[in-house]
């Protein structure tokens, strides 16, 4: 400790020893002892230097070719001050380059001490004469270290910053997307909306479930697919809130297996309607494809690639929680890291792969019989989905921090309402508003009508 004073001591001794001006025919030397803290080894350092050896033998100078002029005491006022009784004995003058301290200027009491700094006072008034004559109001205050480490900048701690002041650290506030947030509380209050409206939705088909136009669009894959989607609505309350390493795999796992199930039920879908019109064609492949019911396995077999692709990811590297303490002054953002960035696209891409299916296999079928058919609400829903995605990659990567988290969560209920509103409000309209197209007697009609 204190290396610096002592390479400026050696540098000065060695700077006068090679002028032979300033003290000629005169080599000086030093000897360089500990200045203990301890009191009861504080007169250590100074015995042996009188004595010349390593046993304190007092009033005994054992080596008697170097001639001591004097004694530099340190920077510690106290240690200067316990040694200066036992210097004063030898008379040894003692040299103290610490801070100012009045106490030593006792001159019957210390006759022998020099301070080598200035008195506090003088430098007062020094500054009060300088601010009166020039009229300074305001002036820039320079403070050194005094080694004492009264002044010594301490640098906070990570979950701290220091105040506008610069001496004392306050502690940073933790920010994520919050539900006591303007942002959050929105995207909760229209997850909620949605949910309550995939229930409602739900009630009327359960009401209903025997009228023609459940009945003609599966009325089994309907509900497994409204239950998927009431599932996709709860997503966002994983989003929302303090991010735990639980929380953090689950929002992931949750988002992608529930967005699967939906999506693989939009596809089950597609292919049951064309499956039913082209089993009425001439030739038995469609016929036994429709009757085996091979399309009921189209579900369990793209959860169960997904399955995979998330079990591969969570393998490999997992989401876990990322604490950013730089960012943002004062703040200590918590989020949750994806992991390994690859496989979370792996996983997007297989949504996306999906939906384009989806999308080409309605297309195809958007020109059958429309009575019951709802090939072109899919077809519809599909475009909207891909397209909330497709504009979800690109601004999400512009985002940073608890905006990040925000697109997301906007994205899962702009794509979900997409496929609530596009499949089942226009059945709901004819449930509830156009009862007199909700009958067989109106599908005979039609059918009638466009044979003639």
């Known amino acids: ?48 230097w ?25 920077v510690r006022p106290e240690f200067s001050a316990a040694i200066g009784t036992l210097l004063e004995l030898y008379k040894i003058p003692q040299v103290s380059y610490g801070n100012f301290d009045s106490a030593l200027t006792d001159k019957d009491t210390f006759p022998s001490l020099y301070q080598t700094s200035p008195k506090d006072t003088a430098l007062i008034q020094g500054v009060i004469s300088l601010l009166l004559h020039f009229s300074w109001k305001w002036v820039g205050l320079i403070v050194s270290d005094d080694v004492k480490d009264q002044q010594e900048c301490i640098p906070c701690s990570i979950q701290e910053y220091p105040n506008p002041e610069r001496n004392s650290c306050l502690p940073k506030s933790v920010k994520f997307l919050s539900f ?24 009327i088909f359960l009401k209903h479930q025997d009228s023609p136009i459940v009945k003609a669009n599966n009325r089994t894959l309907s509900f497994i697919l409204l239950i998927s989607l009431l599932l996709c609505f709860l997503c966002p309350f994983l989003f929302i809130g303090q991010p ?73 590297s997992p989401p876990y929680i990322e604490v950013d ?47 019951f058919n709802e090939a072109k609400f899919l077809t519809f829903s599909m475009l909207v989905f891909c397209s909330v995605w497709v ?18 969560v906007f994205s899962i209920l702009v794509s979900t309402a997409g496929l609530l509103g596009c499949i089942f ?24 009508s466009r044979k003639n």
């Open 50 to 74: 009188l004595s010349g050896r390593s046993e304190f033998i007092p009033n005994y100078k054992c080596k008697t070719q170097h001639k001591a002029l004097a004694i530099i005491a340190g």
């Open 244 to 316: 735990n390493t639980a929380s953090c795999i689950m929002q992931q796992i949750t988002f992608a297996l529930v967005f699967t199930l939906a999506l693989s039920t939009v596809l089950t879908k597609t292919i049951t309607v064309i499956l039913a019109f082209r089993a009425t064609a001439p030739g038995k492949t469609m016929r036994r494809l429709f009757v085996s019911g091979f399309y009921n396995s189209v579900i369990p077999i793209c959860v169960l690639i997904q399955l995979i692709l998330l079990a591969i990811w969570l393998g490999i």
């Open 425 to 448: 409000f226009p059945k709901c309209y004819i449930i509830l508003l156009r009862s007199d197209k909700n009958s067989l007697k109106s599908f005979k009609n039609k059918t009638q």
């Open 325 to 371: 303490a730089y960012s943002e002054h004062g703040h200590i953002i918590i989020l949750c890291n994806k992991g390994s960035v690859t496989a979370f696209y792996c996983v997007l891409a297989y949504l996306g792969i999906l939906a384009l299916v989806s999308f080409s296999v309605a297309f195809l079928a958007r020109n059958l019989p429309d009575t």
């Open 391 to 408: 504009t979800f990659l690109p601004v999400y990567h512009s985002t940073k921090d608890r905006t990040m988290v925000a697109v997301e």
């Open 180 to 203: 006591d947030d303007s942002l959050g509380m929105a995207l909760a209050c229209t997850a909620l909306c949605l949910f309550v409206s995939t229930v409602v939705v739900i009630g």
């Open 1 to 48: 400790k204190n290396y610096q004073y002592l390479l400026t001591l050696y540098f000065a001794i060695e700077e006068i020893n090679k002028d032979a001006h300033l003290l000629p025919n005169v080599t000086l030397g030093f000897h360089l002892y500990n200045a203990f803290d301890y009191h009861y080894r504080t007169l250590e350092g100074p015995l042996m």
